[in-house]
């Protein structure tokens, strides 16, 4: 595995960031990231002053991420299958299986960064991970099946989420996210973990996705 590949950033000041988001929710109404889409998963310039304030809201949580780009170059008949639910309820995540999150499951299970924008508050009942993905990522096409994979063999130890960044544009600005694919890892306590990418093979990925769980969130299969 390329040591390389994954880089962890600091949540640290992401609470302050966010406030600054929820203020101007308020005067400006719902902020939402203009999603730039380009040709592979990597190296186009954001070209909005929304990008740019979103960037400035959530630098506490910035990884180093290629950009989000325009205009796909990959079929979308080449997706990934994944397996979506948004009732998000324990039952399903107890048995393992991916999870797709929409903003009003994300505030019911993970976090209400409406009601506690300055304080991190997990929701959830067991440690999770997030994976922002958009259906034309290659990388996230091969993280998908990995990430279904290991929700079974850790069902009932962690839930494994996902977030359509095209879809819900206002989850992945209010985490910062500019390049996918990108995985939240969430403890039951403490903080939580941005990482970006995947490593050189599917068998170095999973490995790479299991050790983070072990380090990260502290679990084991």
């Not at 730039?36 to 809201?57: F, I, P, V, Y």
């Not at 979506?84 to 299986?97: I, Q, R």
């Not at 996210?177 to 970006?196: C, D």
Request: hydrophobic share 40%; charged share 25%; aromatic share 8%.
């Amino acid at each position: 595995m390329n040591p390389g590949i994954t880089k962890m950033t600091n949540f640290g000041r992401f609470k302050d960031q966010l406030f600054k988001s929820v203020i101007m929710k308020s005067v400006t109404g719902v902020l939402l990231v203009t999603a730039l889409l380009a040709s592979s998963c990597g190296n186009s310039k954001a070209k909005s002053d929304r990008d740019q304030a979103t960037k400035e809201m959530v630098s506490g949580l910035e990884a180093e991420q290629p950009k989000i780009a325009d205009n796909p170059s990959i079929p979308a008949a080449e997706t990934a299958l994944v397996v979506p639910s948004e009732s998000g309820n324990d039952t399903v995540a107890a048995k393992g299986g991916t999870i797709l999150l929409t903003k009003t499951v994300f505030l019911k299970k993970v976090w209400d960064y409406e009601k506690s924008p300055q304080q991190w508050v997990f929701l959830g009942n067991r440690p999770a991970i997030i994976d922002f993905y958009a259906d034309w990522c290659g990388p996230c096409k091969i993280a998908a099946p990995i990430l279904e994979e290991i929700s079974h063999e850790f069902a009932g130890k962690v839930d494994i989420y996902k977030i359509d960044t095209q879809k819900e544009q206002e989850l992945a600005s209010v985490f910062g996210i500019r390049g996918i694919p990108a995985f939240l890892y969430i403890p039951a306590n403490g903080k939580p973990t941005m990482t970006s990418g995947i490593a050189r093979s599917k068998e170095e990925t999973k490995a790479m996705f299991v050790d983070n769980i072990k380090q990260i969130l502290k679990v084991t299969n």
